[in-house]
């Protein structure tokens, strides 16, 4: 353990892991509540777009990758907000259009073929630059502010949009503000967690906590304290086991999932175990026209008959 | 102005579409002050376009919409309306208790500053009013259909609106929870609040309603007292058609 926090690139990967398991949840219970919990993976596929352009341009992928995102998500929103009908083609051609353009600019690029996408895609320890690290720290701490300073506001639009209207909450830049939110949000996790699993830490801590919380505060607070658990838990185990951060992160994150919803149905029932005192235990009042049709037909009166005829 | 005090609602000549398809093709709705009035029509006709033109989800193609006087792009007092959306279900994909859903109806009261005592007071209060304040920790996804919308109804209650814009709020709802709403109604109503109401048929409510406008196929076909005891089947501009008369079959199975 102390050697492990010896080396200055885990120091750095730690922390990032923290800085991701707060900000990905705080974000993505949003989406999940406005069940679009797959939104984030396609961001993760614009954001491909960005780090393509990075490797050209020889600049931060992270920067570039923080642009194209930002740019990508707000076109998202304005399609989601016309409420077009044909949206979620237009979606497709956004989500697989900045898959294709990305390998695409990074096979052109001077660093071709050296693999170093591969840990864009699945999260990698030993990429986190210190340049890097200020950039999650700055991006996330704006990310934080955001979504858990303005709770309130963001939850009343993602949970009735009409109704925040009449509020007087200006619906429209709240929305775009949670688009860019999200985008920042996969840009800062694509370091640890990779592109293509970012949207499972939005999303899969959010579920988890879910089966156990009845508010939606106490789902975000859940959420987000064990998506920095499942963070630091799968870098460590990516450290001790030479695995991908990514994968080893998300899976645990699946597994507290599991256990979770194991446990869920219990509690419901000790939850409701008040309620049933006030009625009777099994339904036993006796309907007389239906209990002999149940038996046997009765063909013999008109009732029965209509009743075998229908 | 012939009105001293402005009125509530005032549109005029809205022509509004949806996906292309006009709905609304010169609609005139005034609510008065105090006053209850009743949006009838047959499903199509353009009731719940009207309402979400006057609190301004649907934009106005042509005509005027002025709330309170002031029209409605310069309106800012949101806080004076409560809005009842037609819904079956007051429940999102996380879970959420009775008090943080009723808890947005005070955003305009609080807008960014913490929620405070007197914002959780309010709450209780419109909770109590509508019956559900036993209820106030409890998940919406676990309630019945009529709780969800009394919860709806306390989240638009929360902050004493002057005007409150109900859609539907009858529909799949039980007897429990229509009394209590034709009683949170009154209730209202004899705050002073104006109401409008949209309903498929009069019903229970019937001797709350002040006025009722009829709409049809996107044109006001009345706009008077309510025909009391009878539904949308009485009003003039309702098109009768019965399935047994000879030349109407074609017409129904297209």
Not at chain 1, 103 to 123: F, H, I, M, R
Not at chain 1, 126 to 147: F, K, N, R, S
Request: net charge neutral.
């Amino acid at each position: 353990m102390t050697e492990m926090l010896s080396y200055d690139f885990m120091q750095r990967a730690l922390l990032a892991a923290v800085l991701v398991g707060i900000t990905a949840p705080a974000v993505g219970i949003y989406l999940v509540q406005r069940r679009q919990a797959l939104m984030g993976d396609g961001m993760g596929h614009v954001a491909m777009t960005g780090v393509g352009l990075g490797f050209i341009f020889q600049t931060s992928p992270v920067w570039m990758a923080v642009l194209v995102c930002v740019l990508g998500a707000v076109t998202m929103e304005l399609v989601r907000s016309r409420g077009n009908q044909r949206g979620d083609i237009a979606l497709a051609m956004l989500f697989y259009g900045g898959m294709a353009c990305g390998k695409l600019l990074v096979s052109l690029s001077a660093e071709a073929g050296s693999g170093s996408l591969e840990s864009y895609l699945w999260g990698s320890i030993l990429t986190v630059a210190p340049a890097d690290l200020a950039a999650i720290a700055v991006l996330g701490a704006v990310v934080i502010a955001v979504t858990v300073g303005l709770r309130r506001q963001l939850f009343a639009i993602c949970q009735d949009e009409d109704f925040a209207r009449v509020t007087g909450l200006p619906v429209r830049t709240l929305n775009l503000l949670l688009a860019v939110m999200a985008a920042v949000t996969v840009t800062v996790a694509m370091r640890v967690v990779g592109l293509l699993l970012v949207s499972a830490l939005m999303v899969v801590p959010v579920v988890a906590a879910q089966q156990l919380t009845r508010s939606f505060a106490a789902t975000q607070a859940a959420s987000i304290a064990l998506g920095v658990v499942v963070s630091l838990a799968g870098v460590t185990g990516s450290y001790e086991l030479d695995v991908p951060s990514g994968p080893a992160i998300v899976l645990l994150a699946i597994a507290v999932f599991a256990v979770f919803s194991a446990l869920a149905a219990p509690l419901a029932r000790r939850r409701h175990r008040g309620d049933t005192e006030h009625g009777p235990k099994i339904c036993d009042v006796r309907l007389p026209a239906q209990t002999p049709e149940r038996t046997s037909p009765d063909t013999t009166t008109p009732e029965g008959r209509a009743g075998l005829a229908q | 102005m012939t009105h001293p005090i402005p009125q509530a609602v005032r549109l005029r000549d809205a022509v509004a579409s949806r996906g292309g398809r006009p709905v609304l093709r010169g609609v005139d709705l005034t609510v008065r002050p105090g006053e209850v009035v009743a949006l009838l029509g047959a499903n199509g006709s353009g009731k719940s376009t009207t309402v979400k033109t006057v609190i301004g989800s649907v934009p106005l193609e042509r005509g005027t919409l002025e709330l309170f006087g002031t029209p409605h792009g310069s309106f800012r007092a949101w806080h004076r309306i409560g809005y009842v959306p037609q819904r079956t279900t007051a429940a999102s994909g996380v879970p959420a208790t009775v008090r943080e859903v009723v808890s947005t109806g005070r955003l305009p009261q609080h807008r960014l500053l913490p929620f405070r005592r007197k914002d959780r007071e309010a709450v209780d209060r419109a909770l109590a009013a509508v019956g559900m304040l036993e209820r106030a920790g409890d998940g919406v996804a676990d309630l019945s259909g009529g709780q969800q919308q009394r919860v709806l109804i306390a989240r638009a209650l929360v902050g004493s609106p002057d005007l409150l814009i109900m859609d539907e709020p009858m529909a799949g709802v039980d007897a429990a929870s229509q009394q209590v709403l034709a009683d949170t109604l009154r209730a209202e109503v004899g705050r002073g609040a104006a109401v409008l109401l949209v309903l498929h048929e009069l019903g229970p409510l019937e001797p709350l309603i002040d006025r009722a406008v009829v709409l049809r196929d996107g044109c006001v076909a009345h706009d008077g007292p309510p025909v009391p005891n009878t539904g949308l089947h009485a009003l003039p501009g309702h098109d009768h058609v019965h399935p047994h008369a000879d030349l109407t079959p074609p017409r129904l199975l297209a």
